[in-house]
């Protein structure tokens, strides 16, 4: 749920968490249950790499480059409101880009263990678009 958040210098900033991103909301409550008790709240400053892997990275705020080979020229984007990480289910021997903060930016990471155990309820071997049922 969205909050308001004082920082101490009279603004007002939202405080956003897994179950306010519109994909997180889409999954069936089964989904949602499982992974969110494992989902970890994460800020990155802008120029910053995502360091972690193989995680689900569930874009809350803010924007992330995606850099083929660790090159310098961004191939494409991940806004807010969007997932990072699906490639790694769908083909996880692949290369992958390098994602970057392209400003600051929010997301919410689900980890591997909470993929596979959302797979396991789901009764699928990875965690894809594809492969979530219907509530």
Do not use: Y
């Not at 802008?46 to 705020?61: D, H, N, Q, R, Y």
């Amino acid at each position: 749920m969205i909050s308001l958040t004082n920082t101490g210098c009279g603004l007002h900033r939202p405080h956003l968490d897994l179950v306010d991103h519109p994909v997180f909301q889409a999954l069936p409550r089964s989904i949602q249950s499982i992974a969110q008790p494992h989902s970890r709240l994460m800020t990155i400053p802008s120029g910053e790499p995502l360091v972690e892997t193989g995680f689900l990275s569930f874009v809350l705020a803010g924007v992330l480059g995606l850099f083929p080979h660790g090159d310098r020229i961004c191939a494409a984007t991940v806004v807010a409101g969007s997932v990072h990480g699906w490639d790694h289910a769908l083909e996880p021997d692949a290369d992958r880009p390098t994602a970057k903060a392209l400003i600051d930016t929010t997301f919410c990471q689900v980890p591997p263990l909470a993929s596979s155990m959302v797979s396991a309820a789901n009764g699928s071997t990875a965690l894809s678009p594809g492969s979530l049922p219907d509530d």
